[in-house]
């Protein structure tokens, strides 16, 4: 058995940004637990799957994702779930709500469930400070970055599939979703 994850990654200078900002928090607040993963907006929380059958999870994954359209992804500002998380906030479109139900949904089906999921209402977020910053720094932290501005557009085209190797998430495989039309 392996960890999994479900995540949209945005393009590759937001993540160097999000990174600059983990940096930041893990040098000034000693929260590093945000870096053990490439920035990410979940999709589908970890879950375990048997090796055995990744390539049937892959396949299913690719069928999937090719029968969704691109979707615009807005970055606008930070957010908190305190007393320990800060995020950079993820405009709630109706096209990602509508992507991450259909996929609860369609995995939901292959056995895959995330329990705590079920109970709460999907808050896409972009962690940059984790649950390993402390009560006391979240409280600085917090009243630093909740004025801060930040803005930034991307078309996400694809999810990616994010496998533990034991110690960090690394992207196991990508699966497109279908392309934009041009009308």
């Known amino acids: ?5 479900i995540a949209l990654l945005p393009p590759v200078e937001i993540q160097d940004y999000a990174n600059q900002i983990r940096q930041y928090f893990s ?11 490439p ?3 979940t ?3 970890p879950f375990e799957w048997a090796n055995a059958n990744l390539p049937l999870l892959e396949e299913s994954l690719e069928k999937f994702a090719c029968a969704q359209e691109s979707l615009p992804i807005i970055l606008n500002g930070y957010g908190a779930f305190a007393p320990r998380v800060i995020y950079i906030n993820v405009v709630r479109s109706t096209q990602l709500l509508t992507l991450q139900a259909d996929l609860m949904t369609y995995l939901k089906n292959m056995g895959i469930v995330d329990k705590r999921a079920i109970n709460r209402p999907f808050a896409p977020h972009m962690t940059v400070a984790f649950k390993d910053l402390t009560k006391q720094n979240f409280k600085t932290a917090w009243a630093e970055f909740e004025p801060c501005q930040l803005h930034f557009e991307f078309t996400a085209s694809e999810f990616m599939l994010l496998l533990h190797d034991g110690k960090r998430w690394n992207v196991k495989s990508a699966f497109p979703f279908l392309p934009q039309s041009l009308s």
């Open 43 to 45: 999709l589908q929380a």
């Open 27 to 37: 040098d000034r607040y000693t929260s590093r637990g945000a870096q053990n993963s």
């Open 1 to 5: 058995m392996s960890r999994f994850f």
């Open 39 to 41: 920035p990410h907006i």
